[in-house]
């Protein structure tokens, strides 16, 4: 391949990451949003926010795609073999076309970074709900038996009570 055409199919994939460091962005913002959600307790919000992060997730699929064929293109014009890595791309490109390659790579290195630690959060959140639900039940189920026992360890002992819940309701 020629350095020109090169030079075009880079250009092609630095505007691909770009678009690929968008989604991210926005999907940045949606854990956000669903962990406002998390916290009001708003289940209809919730349900839009995870809708909307789903889109967010085909469009992301998408785009990897199309960034593996063009990887593979760039790879076979020009007698590449093995992975095609920014490091690697660096040293075929020009200085600008290389630098932009390393500024995309460190914004969804951060971005990637970031949602994980939301993504954690959120999962913490939903933890935290679940216990405090099984809590609540555990409460509620003692309506009926208030006697509370210990067992030997000074906890309060299981007293066997079942709690159901409809969960079509």
């Known amino acids: ?21 968008s989604i991210f962005e926005d999907f940045l913002m949606l854990l956000g ?16 926010v995870t809708a909307l992060q789903r ?23 020009n007698a590449i073999e093995g992975d095609l890595n920014v490091s690697r791309l660096i040293e075929l490109v020009d ?19 970031k949602i994980n630690e939301v993504r954690d959060q959120n999962a913490l959140l939903l933890n935290r709900s679940r ?5 609540a039940l555990e409460l509620l189920s003692r309506i009926n038996n208030p006697n509370i ?13 079942a709690v159901v819940v409809n969960r079509r309701a």
């Open 1 to 21: 391949m020629t350095t020109h055409g090169l030079s075009d199919k880079v250009a092609s994939l630095i505007e691909l990451i770009s678009q690929e460091a």
């Open 33 to 48: 949003r669903q962990q406002e959600m998390l916290v009001k307790n708003d289940i209809d919000g919730l349900n839009k």
């Open 55 to 77: 889109e967010k997730l085909v469009e992301s699929q998408l785009q990897n795609k199309k960034r593996d064929e063009l990887i593979s293109q760039i790879k076979s014009a």
């Open 95 to 113: 200085e600008n076309q290389g630098n932009r390659l390393i500024q995309l790579r460190s914004i969804i290195n951060g971005l990637s970074s």
């Open 131 to 135: 216990e405090y639900i099984a809590r």
């Open 149 to 161: 026992n210990y067992a030997q360890n000074g906890l309060p002992a299981k007293n066997g009570a």
